[in-house]
C-alpha cells in the first residue's frame, strides 16, 4: 500500500511558478510511475504529466507542456511538478497519483494509488 501526500500548493500570480511536491511511503517507490492529476470546480479531474519509475519518460497533456516539468528523486521517494508560466486556467486542486507500472499511465482509472490533493490558485 502506497501512501501519498501532496505539499507545495498556494496562491500565485499569473506567469509566476509554484512546485509542488509528492512525498510517497509504504510501497516499492521506484516501481511506480507516477502522475500528477488536477481538477478544477465544476471539471472533470484531467492528466497534467507522468513521470516513468526511472524518470527517464515524461509525458504532459497538450495544456501544460513546455511550462510544466515532472521530476522524481526516488532517493527521497519523492515526486516535483515544476509549474512556471501559470495562468488563471491553471487553478485547481493537484493530485498526485502512482501505478505500479514499467510505463507512464495517463488515464486516471490506471492510477492505483491517490493522494489527497493540493490548491493552487491562480490569480489574474
Known amino acids: 500500500q502506497v501512501q501519498l501526500v501532496e505539499s507545495g500548493g498556494g496562491l500565485v500570480q499569473a506567469g509566476g511558478s509554484l512546485r509542488l511536491s509528492c512525498a510517497a511511503s509504504?510501497?516499492?517507490?521506484?516501481?511506480?510511475?507516477m502522475g500528477w492529476f488536477r481538477q478544477a470546480p465544476g471539471k472533470e479531474r484531467e492528466f497534467v504529466g507522468a513521470?516513468?519509475?526511472?524518470?527517464?519518460?515524461?509525458q504532459y497533456a497538450v495544456s501544460v507542456k513546455g511550462r510544466f516539468t515532472v521530476s522524481r528523486d526516488n532517493s527521497f521517494n519523492a515526486m516535483y511538478l515544476q509549474m512556471n508560466s501559470l495562468k488563471p486556467e491553471d487553478t485547481a486542486v493537484y493530485y498526485c497519483?502512482?501505478?505500479?507500472?514499467?510505463?507512464?499511465?495517463?488515464?486516471?482509472?490506471?492510477?492505483?494509488?491517490w493522494g489527497q490533493g493540493t490548491q493552487v490558485t491562480v490569480s489574474s
Open positions: 497519483a502512482a501505478k505500479r507500472s514499467l510505463g507512464v499511465p495517463i488515464v486516471e482509472y490506471e492510477y492505483e494509488y
Open positions: 509504504g510501497g516499492t517507490f521506484n516501481r511506480h510511475a
Open positions: 513521470i516513468s519509475w526511472s524518470g527517464i519518460t515524461t
